[in-house]
């Protein structure tokens, strides 16, 4: 976060919002209309930068004309709380820098700041595109499975049934099938369960997917 030792000890300034995450892996974040009016309305820009503790990007903005005139955080939104496993329950700080800029901080339910691995994301200097996933209960255990999030999928992998070499940081690799559901989503099955019980997998552990190639996924893994 920008300037984050110099302000350690200080009141933070700059002009901020927040929002409660009422209901998980929303594709649209609403900007309250006083913040927008005062700070970002005469910008004239209709993109924004958000910035968290596992990376960066941009993100578009809507403008919904008429009552209300409400302003949402739309294209980029998704892949920005997927990314930083924003659950249900958990709020969010956005501290504005200016120039369509925000710094985000994530909260728990209790309050608590939420912590993320000192890695939460590839090296800057890879190439390959990659998703996040926090490990909840049905991605272990019988019958579990792992959910591909959407954008990802539409992105870089066809919609159809397929396998995956999955690689971890020992260069240990098991055989996955892929599968498309009826709800448009792709979820890794048959081979997830060998994979999550050989890295001893629980709920609260975070993985990093990185695409190598169409059939080869590279996994780290970060214990909570």
Known sequence: MENEKK??????TRPSFYK??????????EI???FFNEHLASDGIERVRLRGPCGSGEAKLQR???EGNATYIVQGWFDFAKTHCIGKGEF????????????????LPNGCLKKYPQECAPSSHSSFPF?????????VGEKCILKIPIPFARMH?????????????????????IVATSAGQLVMSAGWKSFA?????????????ELVNQNLMHVRIHRS
Do not use: E
Request: charged share 20%.
């Open 92 to 107: 969010m700080l956005f501290f504005y820098n200016g120039r369509m800029s925000f710094d985000v901080r994530i909260y």
């Open 7 to 12: 302000r350690r000890g200080s009141p933070d």
């Open 32 to 34: 309250p209309s006083h």
């Open 197 to 209: 019980d050989a890295r001893s997998l629980k709920k609260g552990d975070v993985c990093i997917f």
């Open 157 to 177: 992998l066809p919609f159809c049934k397929q396998t995956m070499m999955l690689k971890d940081s020992n260069g240990i690799s098991w055989l996955i099938n």
């Open 131 to 139: 998703f996040t996933h926090q490990i909840h209960k049905h991605n």
């Open 64 to 66: 919904c004309h008429g």
């Open 20 to 29: 409660f995450m009422q209901f998980p892996h929303l594709d649209q974040l």
